[in-house]
């Protein structure tokens, strides 16, 4: 199973940026789907947005416009940038993987918190 850690998180203002990191502990970009997931305190996990082994991505209707995901298949390292950022967008951001049909493994999830 691979191992997943996000960083990036933090308090920022209202209509700043953030960039999200999520390190995979092997080189899995170039086979897996990856993506991110958020947890806003009292919801549902939701998708964000994810990105296939070949480089398509997907976006959440919620996502489009604000939220870019990409990765590095050399450092094997997946981003989520967020410009525009909004109080709504507090939640816990968690990177996720999956290789065909398998179940998603997870990381520990990085705090974002947006102040008005």
């Known amino acids: 199973q691979v191992q997943l850690v996000e960083s990036g998180g933090g308090l920022v203002q209202a209509g700043g940026s953030l960039r999200l990191s999520c390190a995979a502990s092997?080189?899995?970009?170039?086979?897996?789907?990856m993506g991110w997931y958020r947890q806003a305190p009292g919801k549902q996990r939701e998708l964000v947005a994810l990105?296939?082994?070949?480089?398509?991505?997907n976006y959440a209707d919620s996502a489009k416009g604000r939220f870019t995901i990409s990765k590095d298949n050399v450092k094997s390292t997946l981003y989520l940038q967020i410009n525009s950022l909004k109080p709504e967008d507090t939640a816990v951001y968690y990177c996720?993987?999956?290789?065909?049909?398998?179940?998603?493994?997870w990381g520990q999830g990085t705090q974002v918190t947006v102040s008005s």
């Open positions: 990105i296939t082994s070949g480089g398509m991505t």
């Open positions: 092997r080189n899995i970009f170039n086979r897996y789907t």
């Open positions: 996720s993987a999956r290789l065909g049909g398998q179940p998603w493994s």
